[in-house]
């Protein structure tokens, strides 16, 4: 889940298969500690536009905005997030258990935004280490 002005990874949860209560779990511990955005961008899977998914976002004050279906383009930053993911993660590696492969895309999120750098902020990674 890419944040699209910071240009940060905030966090990419792993399960066999998710419904709109994983997206809820993955979600909370990130409002608690980063504050309520003014809106979520999305796609149109079943995880994100199930009623109480979008019901917990109005009632929380977020406005949830979905893209237009087979229009990727409208969500273009979390697009080429997933195919960068892809690509250097999960394509390159065999993962055995769901534990395995969280471990090491968040290895790999903590590389994308706090080593390596992005175009769109001249070059400098979203989070700098220091």
Same mark, same amino acid.
């Given at each position: 889940?890419?944040?699209?002005?910071?240009?940060?990874?905030?966090?990419?949860?792993?399960?066999?298969?998710?419904?709109?209560?994983?997206?809820?779990?993955?979600?909370?511990? !990130?409002?608690?500690?980063?504050? /309520? %955005?003014?809106? =979520?961008?999305?796609?149109?899977?079943? *995880?994100?536009?199930?009623?109480?998914?979008?019901?917990? !976002?109005?009632?929380?004050?977020? /406005? %949830?905005?979905? =893209?237009?279906?087979?229009?990727?383009? *409208?969500?273009?930053?979390?697009?080429?997030?997933?195919?960068?993911?892809?690509?250097?993660?999960?394509?390159?590696?065999?993962?055995?258990?769901?534990?395995?492969?969280?471990?090491?895309?968040?290895?790999?999120?903590?590389?994308?935004?706090?080593?390596?750098?992005?175009?769109?902020?001249?070059?400098?990674?979203?989070?700098?280490?220091?």
């Amino acid at each position: 889940m890419p944040d699209e002005y910071t240009r940060e990874a905030l966090c990419v949860a792993v399960k066999p298969k998710m419904n709109s209560a994983d997206v809820l779990d993955a979600l909370y511990p !990130l409002l608690l500690q980063r504050g /309520k %955005p003014e809106y =979520i961008r999305s796609d149109n899977g079943s *995880e994100f536009i199930a009623t109480a998914l979008q019901d917990w !976002l109005r009632k929380v004050g977020i /406005k %949830p905005i979905k =893209i237009y279906p087979g229009s990727p383009w *409208e969500n273009g930053y979390n697009e080429r997030f997933n195919g960068t993911l892809r690509r250097e993660v999960l394509n390159a590696e065999c993962f055995h258990t769901t534990k395995q492969a969280q471990i090491v895309i968040n290895t790999w999120l903590r590389q994308y935004t706090r080593v390596r750098p992005h175009q769109a902020l001249n070059m400098r990674p979203p989070v700098p280490e220091s």
